[in-house]
């Protein structure tokens, strides 16, 4: 079932959203070589809190930390602790903030000191695929046309769409109705409507599609050991079209 939010419950998630972009930024801010994921991890947890949040990660399903640190070819759902952050890697951070009763979710891949080309292109091409997808986020469209607009930018450059991960419903809680793929099938998915909030976040590859979990039962990487990107907005369909509620509550044109 797809809960669709009021106007006055859209402001709520914005709320929430900007206390997420924040800390995504101040996690930005103190993302250099030496630092250890743990020490990031505290700093996102002691921001959110004294923003009048919660970190919605902590405790879901017995997760340890307020936010996702997945370095490299780790895909999603990184344990913050004592790995050291390295010039040339990248760490993609993940974080959902809770606030009067409304949940908002982003993440970012970001550079730790100066990365390789490749890299880059890989990164550019994950945050050109989430804009993509974010566009077809319109009243009247469906979810599959956001799918395809994420696939298209991701294969179009040569990369991999990750199959088994899906982007999502988010609002009342972390994970509503519907599912948001990062590609087509002959299922297009539900329509669009006035009040949906989603959140759209293309996983994509520099190489396979296939993943595997660690022993740890949350961390998940690229099975052929390749980087990986992960970029995420929660975004409101509103009549005068598609809203990031994580950013700084723009109207994509
Ligand atoms: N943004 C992630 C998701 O949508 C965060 C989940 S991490 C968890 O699944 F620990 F909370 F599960
Ligand atoms: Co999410």
Not at 32 to 38: E, V, Y
Not at 45 to 57: K, V
Not at 102 to 110: G, Y
Request: proline residues 5%; contains cysteine.
């Amino acid at each position: 079932m797809i809960i669709r939010k009021s106007a006055q419950e859209i402001e709520t998630m914005a709320r929430a959203g900007k206390v997420v972009a924040e800390a995504l930024a101040l996690i930005e801010e103190h993302l250099q070589p030496g630092i250890t994921t743990g020490e990031l991890d505290a700093l996102a947890d002691e921001f959110i809190r004294s923003h009048g949040g919660e970190p919605t990660f902590k405790g879901y399903k017995g997760y340890p930390a307020a936010t996702c640190l997945s370095p490299n070819s780790m895909v999603v759902h990184g344990i913050p602790g004592r790995l050291k952050l390295q010039d040339g890697d990248i760490l993609s951070v993940d974080v959902g903030v809770t606030l009067d009763g409304f949940v908002a979710d982003s993440a970012w891949t970001f550079p730790v000191g100066s990365i390789s080309t490749d890299a880059q292109r890989l990164l550019d091409t994950c945050k050109a695929a989430l804009q993509a997808g974010i566009a077809e986020a319109r009243v009247g469209n469906s979810i599959g046309d956001i799918s395809q607009a994420v696939q298209r930018v991701t294969e179009e450059a040569g990369y991999s769409v990750i199959r088994s991960l899906v982007g999502h419903g988010v609002g009342r809680s972390m994970h509503e109705d519907p599912q948001v793929p990062n590609f087509v099938s002959a299922y297009r998915g539900p329509e669009l409507k006035e009040g949906m909030t989603i959140a759209i976040e293309p996983m994509i590859t520099a190489g396979g599609p296939d993943v595997y979990i660690h022993d740890d039962e949350w961390s998940i990487s690229t099975t052929d050991g390749s980087l990986a990107a992960h970029f995420e907005h929660t975004v409101a369909v509103t009549a005068a079209g598609p809203r990031i509620l994580t950013e700084t509550g723009v109207l994509v044109p």
